[in-house]
């Protein structure tokens, strides 16, 4: 069974930085593209970022650019979003997900989601 397991959701103050990983339990990982959704309360679920299979390649939201970073470590089958200058407007429950490739929005795998909450 596939199983995507986010963590480092918490509480901070805007401006602050938040780490959030993802580590899969796909066995051919290294052979997906990896993103980051996220669902704030009341909104659609939204892409914020993605990275090809080699991480050569990286793709972002126009909310996050320049304040968001993606990265994976193939070896370890995870990835992780670095989330820095954080503002209220990021609060929401943020999802990782595996893709065929980088540039779609159709995961072939959710994970559970972690709460990210910015306080003003």
């Known amino acids: 069974q596939v199983q995507l397991v986010e963590s480092g959701g918490g509480l901070v103050q805007a401006g602050g930085s938040l780490r959030l990983s993802c580590a899969a339990s796909?066995?051919?990982?290294?052979?997906?593209?990896m993103g980051w959704f996220r669902q704030a309360p009341g909104k659609e679920r939204e892409f914020v970022a993605a990275i090809s299979w080699s991480g050569g390649s990286t793709d972002f939201a126009d909310s996050v650019k320049g304040r968001f970073t993606i990265s994976r470590e193939n070896g370890k089958n995870t990835v992780y979003l670095q989330m820095n200058s954080l503002k209220p407007e990021d609060t929401a429950v943020y999802y990782c997900?595996?893709?065929?490739?980088?540039?779609?929005?159709?995961?072939?795998?959710w994970g559970q989601g972690t709460q990210v909450t910015v306080s003003s």
């Open positions: 796909l066995r051919t990982f290294s052979r997906y593209a």
């Open positions: 997900a595996a893709l065929k490739q980088i540039g779609t929005f159709d995961p072939d795998y």
